[in-house]
């Protein structure tokens, strides 16, 4: 019996290999789809998965209420960790501070630049970054070592032993010498912690200086508690450790009439589960991502996924009208309703097993392109665990049961005597159930279109917005370990003084945008004036800042350097920060930071981080310990950028020669910052075309069947006068009518789903009206194309031959 139904299907797909083909390459489609955005999905919930005490471990963050609300940060002082561990040891059972840097590497004659993470010992014992060489218990013992990972290590050494070499490191202009004593295999791409060279938290370069400072907050910590203690008693029980250490702090804010938090406290520490800071989003981790990008994705996978078993379905309870003279027959012969049941079920299986064996054929190849096109590092080794293969076997039986069950059920109700008479009472329910499932498609097609359009405002928003400061014309250089800042920006501005298409050079200890260098960093200070507790970014500068950048003032002015006290005592702040002082005229305000700076100046809000989030408060200072880290350089209006960034290498390298030249402008940057949004737009715009593709598909054998079955109708009419364009129209009609509700329905929809969307940032558009327009033009106007062709042919036929039979 199963030898005859599969001479059955074998025969059904060789006579109706249209059908057959679509049905197999809309699925194969679907599922190569489906599985790359799977991947994508799975790779983001993935982080930091690999480390075997991840339901101990939680990075800690401060809370604290400020004059404009309740305020978070990541950003913790030096003596916050040691304290805590005095504080609570019976909770804590190791805890690590965490710093992310750089720094010039030189071994023999051979000089790098390379990422460097100061940690403390406990580093090693808390996370599972595998040491290939060294000792994990004691690598980090000596404040002079220094753990490579594996790439580093080989770019340095090449084929060389590593361990016990010695490396010397700039450190903030001091070359320290530090010995190998680890090799890290290299870290999983879905870390969210780096781990390229570790050297201990009292290397740092301000170590000292910020030992028993409060106020500066400049890197993370990561604790891990015991078994016995849970997040929430850990954060209730350093509620005490909070009100003794910030107990000046608490009493202004309760004078100066600030809101505690819903728990009654002015200051308290939170933590975040490992897992979750990958999708803890803040201005000052940039990251992380938005915890609804991995849904949308699986969201995604799973509408392509329906309209391809949409398209099943229609086109396989349309075809099975022409079946029905062959289930007539075979009911007749003694076939039982199962049995029937069991042959479409069959060859439903067929379908979707070729379908998606073939869709896994195409994601195996697609996939290095997929991870080019999207800037990612995807691979199969995810889907070696039986729970993904239990999920995928329960997915097959689950969806080929449902895409061949209901054909099958249409097809074992045909009456037989009915079937022998040449009617079938059935045609008018399959027709409204054909007519819905297009519907459906077109919706989730209108749905992707509409997200796309939206998505692609708000990227166009987010690269093109004003920021405050002019990006376009203005080249950030990283000043490298090779030569003092200080003494770069010197010497550059002598050099380019020779040329008219520099209009002038300054520097800073921080980038704007992300540059080449691929750092983003802030840094952050709190104080008290006046009773008020103040928190503000901090920027180190030299002159010509403001004028470079393009910065407007609203009060005072700018550094000059005919006031020797600028350099030293003097300071700008923007308005935010000037209202969070709450001083109406700030200029000439004393502020407690730094050894005191007087407020000269105040310039209009720009945005020193991305469009993620608000403005926040700065101050911009000169404070020469922090050293120039970047120079920004302004060109003339009508510069060639090509042949300027060409010279700006020239001279940077003449007086850097072993360092390498990583200038950009501000405007690639900027666009930088928003990777994750151009992916997720790359995403929507593919996804929307392979749901487009599919419906079209379905469309095009829908409406094959529709004019095979109104062939006389459409001969008839031709023999009575109708033209090529009203039956055109006739044909089209009924497809555009169902397109016209699958746009009633989608728009809402997408609507919703993109305003929820659009809540994540700061800065977003308004949805306008002509969106959704836009997207049922476009709908529209894929369906009259593929209709057409089949309906001018069959317009254009020879009336005689289809009325031949009548």
Request: aromatic share 12%.
């Amino acid at each position: 019996m199963l030898n005859n139904y599969f001479k059955i299907a074998s025969r059904r797909f060789s006579k109706d290999w249209i059908h057959s083909l679509i049905n197999v390459m809309g699925i194969a489609m679907a599922f190569c789809s489906a599985i790359l955005l799977f991947l994508t999905a799975n790779f983001e919930w993935s982080y930091d998965d690999f480390h075997h005490a991840k339901n101990s471990i939680y990075r800690l963050s401060l809370k604290e209420s400020l004059a404009d609300g309740q305020v978070f940060s990541t950003k913790m002082p030096v003596p916050m960790m040691q304290n805590l561990k005095l504080a609570h040891p019976d909770a804590i059972q190791q805890a690590t501070r965490y710093k992310e840097g750089s720094t010039q590497v030189k071994w023999k004659d051979k000089v790098f630049n390379k990422s460097v993470q100061y940690v403390d010992p406990d580093f090693l014992k808390m996370f599972s970054f595998r040491l290939i060489d060294g000792n994990t218990n004691s690598a980090l013992d000596d404040p002079s070592s220094i753990i490579l990972s594996q790439q580093i290590a080989s770019s340095i050494f090449g084929a060389n032993p590593p361990m016990g070499e010695v490396l010397t490191l700039n450190l903030n202009g001091k070359q320290q010498p530090f010995v190998v004593r680890g090799i890290l295999e290299t870290p999983p791409a879905n870390s969210s912690i780096s781990a390229d060279a570790l050297i201990r938290f009292e290397n740092e370069p301000y170590y000292h200086m910020d030992l028993n400072d409060w106020n500066v907050r400049t890197h993370q910590v990561y604790v891990r508690l015991n078994d016995q203690t849970t997040a929430s008693a850990f954060e209730k029980n350093a509620r005490t450790f909070m009100q003794r250490t910030y107990i000046n702090y608490i009493e202004n804010a309760r004078s100066n009439g600030l809101a505690p938090d819903s728990e009654g406290q002015y200051i308290s520490l939170h933590t975040t589960p490992l897992q979750g800071v990958h999708f803890y989003q803040l201005s000052e981790d940039n990251k992380s991502i938005n915890p609804v990008y991995p849904k949308v994705l699986l969201g995604i996978s799973i509408l392509v996924m329906l309209i391809a078993y949409v398209n099943y379905i229609n086109l396989t309870t349309s075809n099975t009208m022409s079946r029905a003279k062959e289930v007539g027959i075979r009911k007749y012969l003694g076939a039982k309703k199962d049995h029937l049941i069991f042959q479409f079920w069959g060859e439903a299986s067929i379908v979707c097993c070729s379908g998606m064996l073939l869709g896994g054929i195409l994601s195996v190849l697609l996939l290095p392109v997929y991870n080019s096109q999207f800037n990612l590092n995807l691979s199969y080794s995810q889907f070696i665990r039986p729970e993904v293969i239990w999920t995928i076997i329960l997915f097959f039986l689950v969806t080929t049961l449902f895409v061949g069950f209901y054909p099958a059920i249409v097809a074992s109700r045909f009456n037989v005597l009915e079937i022998l008479k040449g009617k079938v009472s059935n045609k008018i329910k399959v027709s409204v159930v054909n007519h819905g499932m297009l519907v459906v498609q077109f919706t989730i097609s209108i749905f992707l279109i509409t997200s796309t359009l939206v998505i692609n405002q708000q990227v166009k928003l987010l690269q093109n917005k004003p920021l405050g400061y002019n990006r376009t014309e203005v080249i950030s250089i990283p000043v490298g370990y090779e030569i003092d800042g200080y003494k770069l920006l010197d010497a550059m501005r002598l050099r380019l003084a020779n040329y008219p298409q520099f209009v002038s050079i300054t520097g800073a200890d921080l980038n704007l945008g992300k540059g080449k260098d691929e750092t983003s960093r802030q840094s952050k200070y709190g104080f008290t004036i006046q009773g008020k507790k103040v928190l503000t970014n901090a920027l180190n500068v030299d002159f010509d800042y403001p004028e470079t950048l393009g910065l407007e003032f609203i009060a005072g002015r700018s550094f000059d350097k005919k006031y020797s006290t600028d350099s030293t005592q003097s300071c700008i702040i923007n308005q935010a920060m000037a209202s969070q002082l709450g001083l109406k005229s700030p200029i000439g305000t004393q502020l407690p930071l730094n050894g005191g700076k007087t407020i000269i100046g105040v310039v209009k809000d720009y945005n020193f981080s991305s469009l993620h989030s608000e403005i926040e408060p700065i101050t911009i200072l000169f404070n020469k310990p922090f050293g120039l880290s970047y120079l920004f350089v302004r060109i003339r209006p009508n510069s060639s950028s090509i042949a300027t960034m060409k010279l700006l290498e020239k001279e940077y390298l003449n007086l850097a020669p072993k360092s390498e030249f990583l200038g950009s402008f501000l405007e690639d940057n900027v666009n930088k910052q928003y990777e994750k949004e151009l992916r997720i737009y790359r995403i929507f715009s593919t996804a929307s075309i392979i749901a487009i593709l599919l419906s079209c598909f379905g469309l095009f054998a829908m409406s094959l069947l529709n004019i095979q079955q109104r062939t006389k109708e459409i001969g008839v009419r031709k023999v009575l006068g109708a033209s090529v364009y009203s039956i055109l129209a006739l044909i089209s009609r009924d497809f555009v009518k169902l397109v016209l509700i699958a746009i009633l329905l989608a728009s809402p929809l997408a609507y919703y789903g993109m305003s929820e969307w659009l809540q994540g940032f700061p800065y977003r558009i308004h949805i306008q009206w002509w969106i959704f327009v836009l997207s049922g033009v476009i709908a529209l106007a894929i369906v009259l194309m593929t209709i057409t062709l089949h309906s001018i042919k069959a317009a254009s036929a020879n009336p005689i031959k289809a009325v031949k039979g009548e």
